[in-house]
């Protein structure tokens, strides 16, 4: 498999990018407001199972942090206050933060390693091939924006295989070639933005007609592993294309299929593959749909507590088949072995890993112990969330009797207290509604794990943390008595 992965990928991407590992960030936060920003948050992904992992990491009273990084894999990684950047699994990036200026124009690099240097030549080489353009397309340009965007992407190809980018002599190849991903991410990802964002109003007929300059370009844009790499946009490229691309594998039922058995996992599966290819005219399944059908096996509701062993080792058995990239197959074994690990009952840690997000927690539920409460992190700007708060109204209502308690929590920087109270008010949305401080939701991110809301969790009578299945059958229990 490693001589198969360093063979595809060629020589410029080494195929320890693709290890986990540990990295070491360090510097100094500069022109800070007195008291602000006591952590940073910094989210990591698995591009290949969609799992983020926060971690906080400490400021000291003159600035200063430093912190040991879990990564999954080398990747570009997200300080939520500050912006992106890559980092490298083995390196120790330095970087300095000015917090005076613009949020995603306050980040300096120090030093002379590979992440160093790729963060350090990206802003200039950006600016060659978009000035400082935001490349948003608008709801009603998309006719304007979209021969626009692909002869960005055209000529940035030219200059990869004309090895004309505008980079210093002697450049490492693999930096030049993690930056002519980056930048073919940038007006990929405004498209797979747009269709995020028009998907509901204008039908799943926009993925077809916008992707229609896919072919011919697929291998670059969705079978170029570099594109993982991406300075900027690494989990939004994966992100878009499995979710609004590919949803397929997650949405595609045995009835639409032609003779295929409901419980033909397999032939699902390929079914699904078959559809991506017709409808974007790909020559063959690449590393994209490939990582599209790994993140269907790998769903939370396949690995949370609830979920069946049995039922994940179906859905694993009828996709690995499939799974002929070599890079895309060894993170889906690595993934599926951590996962029988941990249901092979292996020694429990019981000293917690963020004690001080336990004592916030513990002091939000305190009042309310003896009723099982269903969680709920959620933020005023957030659509998604506001719309499930306003279809759980009636069922709040209806159990006010029972000892259940819907626990609303917000962050009440994002969420100021004036504006989210009318909107409550205004919508008649009944529970309990709490307040924490920014730092307080950093922290609670950090023990669930979750990098935007919403986010829902749950917890019985005595005060332990349970699935929201577990939840919603003892609410059945208590009406039912």
């Known amino acids: 498999m490693l001589l198969a992965l360093v063979a595809l990928m060629g020589q410029a991407i080494d195929e320890r990018h693709f290890h986990s590992g540990t990295a070491v960030l360090k510097g100094r936060i500069l022109n800070r407001p007195a008291g602000e920003e006591?952590?940073?948050?910094?989210?990591?992904?698995?591009?290949?199972?969609?799992?983020?992992r926060i971690v906080n990491m400490p400021v000291a009273d003159d600035g200063r942090f430093e912190h040991v990084i879990p990564l999954d894999h080398s990747q570009s990684v997200r300080i939520v206050e500050m912006g992106d950047f890559l980092l490298l699994v083995g390196d120790t990036l330095e970087v300095t933060i000015d917090a005076a200026k613009e949020k995603f124009d306050r980040l300096t690099f120090l030093g002379h390693n590979t992440s160093a240097t790729i963060n350090q030549l990206w802003p200039a080489l950006r600016a060659h091939y978009?000035?400082?353009?935001?490349?948003i397309i608008p709801s009603d340009q998309l006719a304007t924006w979209k021969p626009e965007l692909v002869e960005y992407i055209d000529r940035i190809i030219a200059d990869i295989q004309a090895d004309r980018l505008p980079l210093p002599a002697g450049t490492d190849p693999f930096v030049k070639e993690v930056l002519g991903a980056s930048l073919l991410a940038e007006p990929f990802v405004a498209f797979g933005n747009y269709c995020h964002d028009n998907l509901y109003t204008k039908g799943t007929h926009v993925m077809g007609s916008l992707y229609d300059f896919l072919a011919g370009r697929e291998q670059w844009l969705l079978d170029y592993p570099a594109m993982l790499f991406a300075v900027q946009d690494g989990h939004h490229v994966v992100n878009r294309v499995v979710m609004h691309m590919m949803p397929d594998y997650n949405f595609l039922k045995p009835s639409r299929v032609p003779g295929l058995r409901p419980d033909d996992q397999t032939g699902l599966y390929q079914a699904a593959s078959r559809y991506i290819q017709e409808r974007?005219?790909?020559?063959?399944?690449?590393?994209?749909?490939?990582?599209?059908?790994?993140?269907?096996?790998?769903?939370e509701d396949h690995i949370d507590e609830?979920?069946?062993?049995?039922?994940?080792?179906?859905?694993?058995?009828?996709?690995?088949?499939?799974?002929?990239?070599?890079?895309?197959?060894?993170?889906?074994l690595q993934r599926y072995r951590q996962y029988v690990i941990s249901r092979e009952g292996q020694p429990v840690q019981t000293a917690s890993m963020t004690p001080e997000a336990d004592a916030i927690f513990n002091r939000i539920i305190a009042p309310y112990k003896g009723n099982v409460l269903k969680v709920d992190f959620w933020g005023i700007y957030c659509s998604p969330c506001k719309a499930d708060i306003l279809a759980e109204r009636e069922r709040v209502e209806s159990q006010k009797d029972l000892p259940v308690r819907y626990l609303y929590i917000c962050d009440q920087k994002d969420s100021p207290r004036d504006r989210t109270e009318k909107w409550l008010q205004d919508n008649n949305v009944k529970g309990e509604h709490i307040y924490v401080t920014h730092e307080?939701?950093?922290?609670l991110s950090e023990k669930f794990q979750f990098n935007a809301p919403p986010f829902n969790t749950a917890v019985d009578e005595n005060g332990t943390i349970i699935t929201l299945n577990a939840f919603f059958n003892r609410v059945v229990e208590l009406m039912q008595k």
């Open 440 to 443: 307080e939701w950093k922290l």
């Open 130 to 135: 978009f000035g400082h353009k935001s490349l």
């Open 38 to 52: 006591k952590t940073l948050s910094v989210h990591t992904y698995n591009h290949f199972t969609d799992e983020v």
């Open 280 to 299: 974007y005219h790909l020559k063959s399944t690449n590393l994209m749909q490939q990582i599209a059908l790994c993140w269907s096996v790998f769903r």
């Open 306 to 332: 609830d979920s069946s062993p049995d039922e994940l080792a179906r859905l694993f058995s009828a996709a690995i088949p499939q799974i002929t990239n070599p890079i895309v197959a060894k993170m889906a």
